[in-house]
C-alpha cells in the first residue's frame, strides 16, 4: 500500500531526510524528494560531483517532474519488488500517478567491450537514463517540468541548448567534469539559462514522460510513451527477476527483508562489484552539526558486512564480484586500505566545500573521506569472515584471492598489539580498542580454518596459535571489575560494537561476560531504548558535538539479545525499530531516539545489512524448526 509521508515542521525548506525515495540502476542513484524533486545525482558514478545537489543546497541544481502548484503527495510506494518509485498525487481537479525509475535493460554492449565494466557481464546493464512518467488518472491536472542541473556540487551553472528541429529535446554540458545531458520528453521544452521548463494540461488518460540521459555514445533514450513504458517494464523484470534468486520467509517481516536486500544491490557498482556505504555525502549525523562525512565509497568493512546480510537471504552471488573488486585493489596496493573509490582508485582526498550551505545549515559539507588513510584494525577480520563464510557454503576459494587473504592475516599477526583508529574511525587519540583486537583474532581464526580447507596444515597451525594469544589478550586486558568488555583497555567506557562478540562467535553466548556485556550496553548505553556506539563525552573521536543512535547497533543488540537468550526482549526492540523506517522503508544512517527523526547518510549499507541478519536471528529464534540458525562463526 501506498503511505502518506510525513509532514516536514519547523519551516525548514528541506524535506526530512528520511521522506527520500532512492532510485538506483546499479552504477547511478539519486533521491527523489516528496515534492517529485530529484535532489541528489551525481554522474556517470556515484562518487563523481553532483548535477543536481538541492539535499546540500537549495540552489544546487534538481529536477521535478509533477502537479504544478502541489507539493504534498497522497502517497507514495516501491513497486513491489523493484526500486521504481511511483507517487500519487491529488490536486483540487483530478489524480495524477508519477513512475520514477532508473533505468536497467537487457545487456547492449555487442559490438564494443565496455571501458568501465571489469566484472563478467551479466544478463542485466544500466542504459544510464533517469526516467519519468505521467498519466492522468482522473480529471484533469497541470504538469510542470522543471530540469536544473548544476554542475560539480553546485559550482558552474551551464546553458541549455535545443539537440533537434523541434521542441522535444535539448542537451547541457560542463567541459570541467566532461558530464554532458540530454533531455528527452514528448512535452514541449522551453529553455532559460540552466533550467528546461515544460508545461501542460492532461486530462483523464492522457500521459506525458521525460528522460534523461548522461550516456556519451548511443544514447537509449525512448522517443515515445509506449517505449517508455517498455524500459519501465524491463526494469521491472531485473528487479524481480534478482529478487527472486532470494529466500525470504513467509513472514510479516517479509517486506523489511525485501526492501534491505533491495537497497543493498541498489548500493552496488556494478563495474568493479564495489558496494557503496551509502548514497550520499555529508547529511548531518547531529542537526546543523559538524558531523558530516561522505559515505559513497566502498568501506571493505561494510562491503563484507553487507554480503553477510545478502547471504543469509541467499544472495550471495554479489560476493563473487566483490572479492573481485578486493583482488584488483590488492594487486596495486601492498598495504590494503579501508575503503577506496568504486573504480578501486584509493586516492579519496578529503575537500570542504564552502559554497554549500548543507543540508538544513549543516556544515562543512565535506567531499573525500580522509578515513581512507586511517589504521582500523578491524577490516582483516570483517574480510576474512565474509570469504569464509562464501567459501564454506560454496566449497571454494579463488586462488587469486587466496595471496590476498594470506596479506591480511599477516598484517593482522604483525599489527594486533598496535593501537589503532578502530572501527568508528575516531580522529581522536589512537588506542587499544577491544573491538579491534577481537577482528585481529576473526582474521587470525577465518585465516586458520580456511588454510585447513586448503590443505594448508603448517599455516593454519601457526596462525591457531596466534588467534589463541589474541583472545587471551583481549579477555585479559579488554574486561573491567564488572566482567564487562569495555572499549579499549584501560577504560570503564562501553561500546555498541563489542555486541559482535557472540555473533562472531569469540566467546559463547552462555558465557557470562558476554551476558554482562550485551546487558550493559542495553541498559547504559542506551537513549530511549535505542543503543548509541558509544558516549561522546567519554570517547574522543575529534568532533565536537553529540550524535543520534546507530542503527546498526541496535539491531545488533536485537541479534545479541537472541543469541544470551532473551528473545521476548530482542523481539520487542525489533518492532520498535521495524517501525522507525521511512515511510518507503528505508533507513539512514542515525536516528534521533527522542523524536525518531532519520540522522546521516541515506540509504545506509550498514543498517540494511544489520536489518537483515537481525530479523532473522528472531524469525529463526521463534521458528527453529523451519530456519537454519545463521552461525557464520562455526
Not at 146 to 160: K, L
Not at 209 to 221: G, K, N
Not at 426 to 439: I, N, P, Y
Not at 578 to 588: F, G, R
Amino acid at each position: 500500500m501506498a503511505q502518506a509521508p510525513v509532514r516536514r515542521s519547523g519551516g525548514s525548506p528541506f524535506p526530512p531526510i528520511a521522506e527520500y525515495g532512492f532510485l538506483s540502476d546499479c552504477e547511478t542513484s539519486c533521491l527523489v524528494a516528496p515534492s517529485g524533486n530529484v535532489e541528489w545525482m551525481c554522474v556517470p558514478r556515484p562518487d563523481a560531483p553532483s548535477v543536481f545537489g538541492a539535499v546540500l543546497d537549495r540552489s544546487a541544481g534538481g529536477f521535478r517532474f509533477g502537479p504544478d502548484r502541489t507539493q504534498i503527495p497522497a502517497g507514495r510506494r516501491y513497486l513491489p519488488g523493484t526500486n521504481i518509485l511511483e507517487t500519487t498525487w491529488q490536486t483540487p481537479n483530478g489524480w495524477l500517478i508519477v513512475t520514477d525509475c532508473l533505468v536497467v535493460g537487457p545487456w547492449h554492449r555487442t559490438h564494443r567491450r565496455s571501458n568501465t565494466h571489469r566484472r563478467t557481464p551479466s544478463d542485466w546493464d544500466a542504459d544510464h537514463v533517469l526516467l519519468r512518467l505521467a498519466r492522468c488518472e482522473h480529471g484533469s491536472v497541470d504538469l510542470s517540468l522543471v530540469c536544473e542541473p548544476n554542475f560539480d556540487y553546485g559550482r558552474h551553472a551551464e546553458s541549455w541548448e535545443y539537440e533537434a528541429e523541434d521542441y522535444s529535446s535539448g542537451a547541457i554540458g560542463h567541459a570541467g567534469t566532461g558530464v554532458n545531458l540530454r533531455l528527452r520528453t514528448d512535452l514541449r521544452l522551453g529553455f532559460d539559462g540552466r533550467r528546461a521548463l515544460a508545461r501542460t494540461t492532461l486530462r483523464e488518460g492522457d500521459t506525458a514522460f521525460v528522460a534523461l540521459t548522461w550516456r556519451a555514445e548511443d544514447p537509449l533514450l525512448p522517443g515515445t510513451y509506449a517505449q517508455a513504458c517498455e524500459a519501465v517494464e524491463r526494469t521491472t523484470q531485473f528487479w524481480r527477476q534478482w529478487l527472486s534468486h532470494g529466500m525470504f520467509p513467509d513472514h510479516p517481516w517479509r517486506r523489511h527483508l525485501q526492501r534491505s536486500a533491495l537497497a543493498l544491490k541498489g548500493l552496488t557498482y556494478a563495474p568493479t562489484g564495489a558496494l557503496l556505504a551509502a548514497s550520499t555525502t555529508s547529511l548531518p549525523e547531529t542537526p546543523h552539526g559538524e558531523r558530516n562525512w561522505d559515505y559513497r565509497f566502498s568501506w571493505l568493512r561494510d562491503s563484507a558486512f553487507a554480503l553477510w546480510g545478502l547471504y543469509t537471504l541467499g544472495l550471495d552471488y554479489e560476493a563473487n564480484d566483490f572479492f573481485s573488486f578486493i583482488a584488483d585493489v590488492a594487486e596495486h596496493d601492498d598495504e590494503i586500505q579501508v575503503m577506496y573509490r568504486v573504480g578501486g582508485e584509493p586516492r579519496i582526498d578529503e575537500e570542504i566545500l564552502g559554497h554549500l550551505s548543507g543540508y538544513e545549515g549543516a556544515s562543512p559539507v565535506r567531499v573525500g573521506n580522509a578515513a581512507a588513510l586511517q589504521r582500523q584494525h578491524d577490516v582483516w577480520g570483517v574480510v576474512l569472515d565474509s570469504v569464509y563464510l562464501h567459501t564454506r557454503s560454496r566449497d571454494y576459494l579463488s586462488e587469486r584471492l587466496w595471496p590476498v587473504l594470506v596479506r591480511l592475516v599477516e598484517a593482522a599477526a604483525a599489527h594486533w598489539r598496535e593501537p589503532d583508529c578502530g572501527m568508528w574511525e575516531v580522529r581522536g587519540a589512537l588506542q587499544h580498542f577491544t573491538a579491534s583486537k577481537m577482528m585481529c583474532w576473526v582474521a587470525l581464526d577465518r585465516g586458520r580454518r580456511l588454510a585447513q580447507m586448503r590443505g594448508d596444515l603448517s599455516t593454519a597451525t601457526r596462525w591457531k596459535a596466534i588467534a589463541e594469544e589474541i583472545h587471551a589478550d583481549v579477555c585479559a586486558q579488554g574486561v573491567d571489575h564488572r566482567g564487562v568488555f569495555t572499549q579499549f583497555y584501560g577504560s570503564t567506557a562501553l561500546d555498541a560494537s563489542l555486541l559482535l562478540m557472540p555473533l562472531l562467535g569469540f566467546l559463547p553466548a552462555a558465557d557470562d561476560r558476554v551476558k554482562a556485556t550485551v546487558l550493559a550496553i542495553a541498559e547504559e548505553l542506551s537513549e530511549d531504548g535505542l543503543v548509541l556506539r558509544y558516549r561522546t563525552e567519554e570517547t574522543d573521536d575529534g568532533v565536537a558535538g553529540e550524535e543520534g543512535a546507530f542503527l546498526i547497533c541496535s539491531f545488533w543488540l536485537v541479534s545479541a539479545l537472541v543469541e544470551i537468550g532473551e528473545l521476548a526482549r530482542a523481539r520487542q526492540l525489533c518492532e520498535r525499530l521495524l517501525s522507525l523506517a521511512s515511510p518507503l522503508d528505508l533507513y539512514a544512517e542515525e536516528i534521533d531516539p527522542h523524536s525518531g527523526r532519520h540522522l546521516g547518510n541515506f540509504p545506509q549499507a550498514f543498517t540494511h545489512l544489520a536489518l537483515i541478519n537481525a530479523v532473522m536471528y528472531v524469525i529463526r529464534a521463534e521458528d527453529a524448526e523451519a530456519y537454519a540458525r545463521p552461525s557464520p562463526s562455526t
